[in-house]
């Protein structure tokens, strides 16, 4: 039963971080070399899609356009973002600009012979075996590719989050010591009271019954 408990636990925790890395904003330094519009056929992965405009179908459509940029990081290896409206849904961005965002990434589109590099933040995952695609956020150009900024955000949120699931945690602890813990001390002794006086009256019993064979 340990080992289970743990698994669980360990299972919760992966999910925990999974769903964070998927949802806080990240950013990278890339190079940016095109922008269209696609035509995507939904399936098993519309979960990962958002919306393309809030006044517009959702990802739950069979199909619709969307933007997509693609981009290229500074070690040569190549990245595609899409461009979607959150909306008011999840994840909690708010985005309601992806077409100014669309057009301000067409205009920082570059070459390799003459780079524009830019801080594009973002949140999800890019696989291509499932087909998802990370959704852009924000854009800003930058002085070259080893440009580098700290999360702020993402160290604060995470701090903030730790500091919450500790301060839960503590008075968990201390409710579980004042109510429960003395409650399941109490059971345990009705019930090992019981089991006494069970065992004490078998004996009797079995006495009784010894006296009759003695006789």
Excluded at 122 to 149: C, T
Aim: a positive charge; hydrophobic letters at 45%; aromatic letters at 14%.
């Amino acid at each position: 039963m340990r080992y289970i408990k743990w698994v669980f636990i360990l299972t919760i925790w992966l999910l925990a971080g999974a769903f964070l890395h998927y949802t806080l904003p990240q950013n990278d330094v890339v190079r940016v070399v095109k922008t269209e519009v696609r035509r995507v056929d939904f399936g098993e992965n519309s979960i990962f899609w958002a919306q393309q405009d809030t006044a517009q179908e959702s990802a739950t459509s069979v199909n619709r356009d969307v933007r997509f940029v693609e981009a290229f990081l500074p070690n040569g290896r190549p990245i595609v973002y899409r461009n979607e409206d959150t909306g008011w849904g999840w994840p909690p961005y708010f985005k309601l600009d992806s077409s100014n965002l669309q057009a301000e990434l067409t205009d920082l589109a570059s070459t390799k012979a003459d780079p524009q590099w830019v801080l594009l933040r973002h949140y999800g995952w890019r696989n291509e075996f499932l087909s998802i695609f990370p959704n852009a956020v924000a854009v800003k150009p930058v002085s070259g590719p080893e440009y580098s900024q700290v999360n702020w955000f993402n160290i604060i949120f995470l701090t903030m989050l730790a500091a919450v699931i500790w301060a839960l945690y503590v008075r968990w602890r201390r409710f579980r010591r004042a109510r429960i813990d003395p409650m399941v001390e109490n059971v345990e002794d009705s019930l090992y009271a019981a089991g006494d006086a069970l065992s004490e009256r078998r004996g009797r019993v079995r006495r009784w019954l010894d006296s009759w064979k003695q006789k």
